[in-house]
């Protein structure tokens, strides 16, 4: 199959106004008690792509419905990849997102690993600030809120031959969400699955496609029921080596301030939020390091006081406090431990640079309402 190249200019959107749009005093309801993707907002943008065309007919839609055959190949094969971002309002009212040509990046990584096409950067930021040029009132102002923004692509070809679609769809929706922690950065007991594992060599581990969550959903419900808000996985070549939560990455806080976790194995996938960290705990001269870690340092390292702090991190929460791991074969840790001052400083230090209230060193911030 020859595939058309991506555009090699900047995409033309255009705009279908919803004739449905929430009214100021309903969007303002939802605003006050958004929740985590309850909502979402009056447009979605909507780009086509096909073996002969390439990338075309960008357009911001009313949000709505998705028009799919039977026959379509993502609901056969499961050919499809997304991101997840936020929107923050500043304290002067404009709005910003936090390092978005890293999610560009990443899903051009997934859309390789799927055999889908790939959407050049310059069109996937541009693909946000159209959506926010019409939806920018959706973008909460309380604290700690942002608008989370969902890009992604499937495979809607109608056809059940097994081979990498011919038509390809993708569209960026949106929705309000409250603080995560609404009554403060609380630390969270999570579950080992040791009948299960997230991803293998040579598998889609470090593409963000929904194949792996879908993977993780009945070991998180088993996690749900003993008592843990999380499940953690390990490789599944020897079943030793932590590799990352259903959803988060780990990272291990030792004494002396170095900072551990598990390197990026081709089944592990690239946070950004974890690369972000990566770079903050840097900046503050610490070491970090980047390898296998195996379940029993983690338990030797606690109980000799050796881990000081666990914390988990992603987009959604930002950076999540782990106090104890649980296991059939017990626990390790103290569920009423309180987080951990590094694990806290670095999460505060973080969320003030992506709300603006801390200067931007790095260029991480893309304004999308200018």
């Known amino acids: 199959m020859t595939i058309a190249p991506t555009s090699t200019f900047p995409l033309q959107f255009e705009l279908t106004p919803s004739q449905d749009a929430r009214a100021e005093a309903e969007r303002e309801v939802i605003?006050?008690?958004?929740?985590?993707?309850?909502?979402?907002?009056d447009h979605m943008v909507q780009i086509d792509w096909t073996v002969t065309e390439g990338w075309h007919n960008a357009s911001v839609i009313p949000y709505?419905?998705?028009?799919l055959d039977p026959a379509a190949a993502v609901l056969h094969y499961a050919q499809e990849i997304f991101e997840g971002l936020k929107a923050y309002r500043h304290a002067d009212g404009s709005i910003w997102t936090f390092r978005p040509e890293k999610n560009a990046e990443r899903l051009q990584n997934s859309a390789r690993r799927l055999a889908?096409?790939?959407?050049?950067?310059?069109?996937?930021?541009?693909?946000?600030?159209?959506?926010?040029?019409?939806?920018?009132?959706?973008?909460?102002?309380?604290?700690?809120?942002?608008?989370?923004?969902?890009?992604?692509?499937?495979?809607?070809?109608?056809?059940?031959?097994?081979?990498?679609?011919?038509?390809?769809?993708?569209?960026?929706?949106?929705?309000?969400?409250?603080?995560?922690?609404?009554?403060?950065?609380?630390?969270?007991?999570i579950w080992l699955s040791t009948e299960y594992s997230r991803a293998g060599r040579g598998g889609t581990g470090a593409a963000k496609c929904g194949g792996n969550y879908a993977s993780s959903l009945l070991p998180q419900q088993e996690a749900y029921e003993h008592g843990c808000a999380q499940v953690l996985f390990l490789d599944a070549e020897t079943g030793q080596h932590v590799d990352e939560l259903g959803g988060m990455n780990v990272f291990f806080v030792h004494r002396g301030g170095r900072i551990v976790t598990p390197r990026l194995?081709?089944?592990?996938?690239?946070?950004?939020?974890?690369?972000?960290?990566?770079?903050?705990?840097?900046?503050?001269?610490?070491?970090?390091?980047?390898?296998?870690?195996?379940?029993?340092?983690?338990?030797?390292?606690?109980?000799?006081?050796?881990?000081?702090?666990?914390?988990?991190?992603?987009?959604?929460?930002?950076?999540?406090?782990?106090?104890?791991?649980?296991?059939?074969?017990?626990t390790?840790?103290?569920?009423?431990?309180?987080?951990?001052?590094?694990?806290?400083?670095?999460?505060?230090?973080?969320?003030?640079?992506?709300?603006?209230?801390?200067?931007?060193?790095?260029?991480?911030?893309?304004?999308?309402?200018?």
């Not at 959706?138 to 070809?157: C, G, H, K, Q």
Request: charged residues 25%.
């Open 64 to 67: 709505g419905p998705l028009q």
């Open 265 to 330: 194995s081709g089944t592990i996938l690239e946070g950004i939020t974890r690369d972000s960290i990566i770079q903050l705990a840097h900046d503050r001269a610490l070491t970090v390091e980047e390898r296998d870690v195996t379940i029993e340092e983690w338990r030797d390292g606690v109980e000799s006081g050796e881990i000081t702090e666990v914390f988990a991190c992603g987009t959604a929460a930002v950076i999540t406090p782990i106090s104890a791991l649980k296991s059939p074969e017990g």
């Open 116 to 189: 889908l096409p790939e959407l050049a950067t310059e069109d996937f930021v541009e693909s946000l600030r159209q959506l926010i040029a019409v939806d920018g009132a959706w973008v909460p102002d309380a604290p700690e809120t942002s608008l989370y923004i969902r890009p992604f692509m499937i495979a809607n070809e109608s056809f059940l031959g097994v081979r990498p679609s011919q038509k390809v769809g993708y569209y960026v929706i949106a929705s309000p969400a409250g603080a995560y922690f609404t009554g403060g950065v609380a630390p969270v007991s």
């Open 31 to 41: 605003l006050a008690d958004p929740g985590f993707g309850k909502h979402f907002t």
């Open 332 to 370: 390790i840790g103290d569920e009423n431990a309180p987080a951990g001052e590094v694990t806290l400083s670095i999460r505060e230090e973080l969320t003030d640079i992506q709300y603006g209230r801390r200067p931007d060193r790095h260029g991480w911030l893309t304004r999308l309402d200018a």
